[in-house]
């Protein structure tokens, strides 16, 4: 039985996680990059929420500022890959490895915030936050991938030349969306902090991978941008709620993840063959 | 007018393909340029348009200079391209009336606005019934869905809805069919007449070029050299 305490937690972390997915998928699938910065904009994004409480600024900041400032991480990546031709996932490794760096001189390996304040900033229950930010994003995303501009990035992402036979270039298309993807991955990691209430140089490691997986899993049961990105990423909390309410070692968690992967895409694959 | 001048261009093998090609387009003609494979028919379109850079020489398009301007600089002032393969010219993943959107957006500001413009919207209506499409049914179907030939069709009418002072074809009829072939020549030679817009075409269909174009050319090691007209 899950209890109330497990069920907040799969909602909040599986929302978070639930942003990263919508990054991953604006770069994997609309521009067809894939973009391992997201992971360092994830703890970006947290690294900033630290850095907020430590130097005692006002934390009210804290999200859109994560957002802005993972948006010009993704200009960073952007910029590497199409105006100095390097491969994008160098771009994005170059760019997660600066970043790690940057986060340690920002608040240091590992930044305990007071529990005090983090957890309780928000007037209201952090699920309902996490929430509250996931349908806002999702709805920014999904109009924004049917207008002018996102169709831009979409044929960017799959036919750069037709985008150059109307007039347009598609590099600019293509850092717009890294940019986008970034500040939402950011957003993600500074939810985070506010969640756990803590930063650690290693609290996004696995995210990306996570993310993945949730896209991968959304993909299976519709390959557009749809609410199965968001069930994809929720259905890795719920296993791993499950794993803790059975007693079992979390340590199977990311077996039990793999193993549902692929009983997903062998599933659909054969589905599709017949 | 079209012209180029003391062109160069040696290939990644070290085979020169063009040694100082020079030569003049007139303005307002369909030309149709012919001549065996691998001579650098499309390689040529490719350096008109610029997606292909020349070694040395330039390119002029009335007075301007041209040849430094990157592709997507020259189609948002003069230049309209149909590639020889749909893809190239489309997005397979996006739906016919996305396709068009798309295609209809040319030198305009963007929006978040999910509507179709209905001035482009009823053009492009009026372009697939001259080419015997049937449109409403094609708008929300993925160009993925299409087979080679409406592919090719709708990605014409994609550049015609930009009104192009200058329209390279490369073989645009290799996957149509014979009626097909016939319907788009006489799209071509209204909208031509229509804009006083310059048209250059590369082909095999020896058919198709004679009744589109008005000057014939051929390529060959030597360069271009202008043909007699067929009748």
Do not use: C, W, Y
């Given at each position: 039985m899950i209890s109330i305490v497990v069920l907040r937690e799969i909602v909040t972390q599986g929302g978070i996680l639930g942003l990263v997915t919508i990054a991953a998928f604006i770069t994997s699938r609309v521009i067809r990059i894939d973009d391992l910065t997201l992971e360092g904009s994830f703890s970006a994004g947290s690294g900033l929420v630290a850095a907020l409480v430590h130097a005692s600024l006002?934390?009210?900041a804290a999200l859109p500022v994560s957002f802005f400032f993972g948006g010009f991480l993704g200009v960073g990546t952007g910029l590497l890959h199409?105006?100095?031709?390097?491969?994008n996932v160098l771009s994005g490794l170059c760019m997660t490895a600066l970043l790690f760096s940057v986060n340690l001189a920002m608040v240091g390996a590992y930044a305990s915030i007071p529990a005090a304040i983090l957890p309780h900033f928000?007037?209201?229950p952090m699920p309902l936050i996490v929430l509250l930010v996931l349908v806002m994003v999702y709805g920014v995303v999904a109009t924004l991938l049917k207008s002018s501009l996102g169709l831009c990035m979409v044929a960017s992402g799959y036919s750069p030349t037709m985008v150059q036979s109307f007039g347009r270039n598609p590099a600019f298309f293509k850092i717009a969306a890294l940019a986008i993807a970034n500040g939402i991955a950011a957003l993600a990691g500074a939810l985070f902090a506010f969640h756990t209430g803590f930063y650690s140089?290693?609290?996004?490691?696995?995210i990306l991978i996570g993310a993945l997986s949730g896209l991968l899993i959304g993909s299976v049961m519709?390959?557009?941008?749809?609410v199965w990105l968001l069930v994809g990423a929720l259905a890795q909390q719920v296993i791993f709620a499950v794993i803790i309410s059975a007693g079992?070692?979390?340590?199977w968690n990311t077996a039990l993840k793999a193993v549902l992967i692929i009983v997903l895409v062998a599933g659909f694959q054969t589905k599709e063959r017949n | 007018m079209l012209r180029l001048e003391q062109i160069n261009l040696c290939l990644s093998?070290?085979?020169?393909?063009?040694?100082c090609l020079s030569y003049t387009f007139a303005g307002g003609q369909r030309h149709i340029i012919s001549g065996h494979n691998g001579v650098g028919k499309s390689t040529l379109l490719g350096v008109i348009a610029g997606l292909r850079n020349a070694d040395d020489g330039a390119l002029y398009w009335g007075q301007s200079v041209v040849h430094a301007v990157p592709f997507y600089e020259r189609t948002k002032q003069f230049l309209g391209v149909v590639f020889q393969r749909p893809a190239q010219g489309c997005v397979?993943?996006?739906?016919v009336g996305q396709n068009l959107q798309l295609a209809g957006m040319k030198n305009k500001q963007f929006s978040f606005?999910?509507?179709?413009d209905a001035a482009i919207l009823a053009q492009a209506h009026r372009y697939a019934e001259a080419l015997n499409l049937n449109l409403a049914d094609l708008?929300?179907?993925?160009?993925?869905?299409?087979s080679g030939g409406q592919q090719q069709l709708i990605a014409c009418i994609m550049v015609l809805l930009t009104k192009p002072k200058l329209l390279l074809l490369d073989?645009?009829?290799?996957?149509?069919?014979p009626s097909a072939v016939g319907l788009l020549t006489q799209v071509l030679i209204q909208y031509q007449e229509a804009e006083g817009s310059t048209i250059i075409c590369v082909t095999h269909d020896t058919t198709f070029a004679q009744q589109l174009g008005t000057t014939m050319h051929e390529l060959d090691s030597q360069g271009l050299r202008s043909m007699p007209l067929c009748s």
């Open positions: 006002p934390l009210v199409e105006r100095l031709g390097i491969n928000f007037k209201i140089i290693t609290g996004n490691v696995g519709n390959a557009r941008f749809s079992l070692n979390p340590v | 093998n070290g085979e020169q393909l063009f040694n397979l993943v996006l739906t606005s999910i509507e179709h708008l929300d179907r993925p160009m993925a869905h299409l073989e645009p009829t290799a996957a149509l069919s």
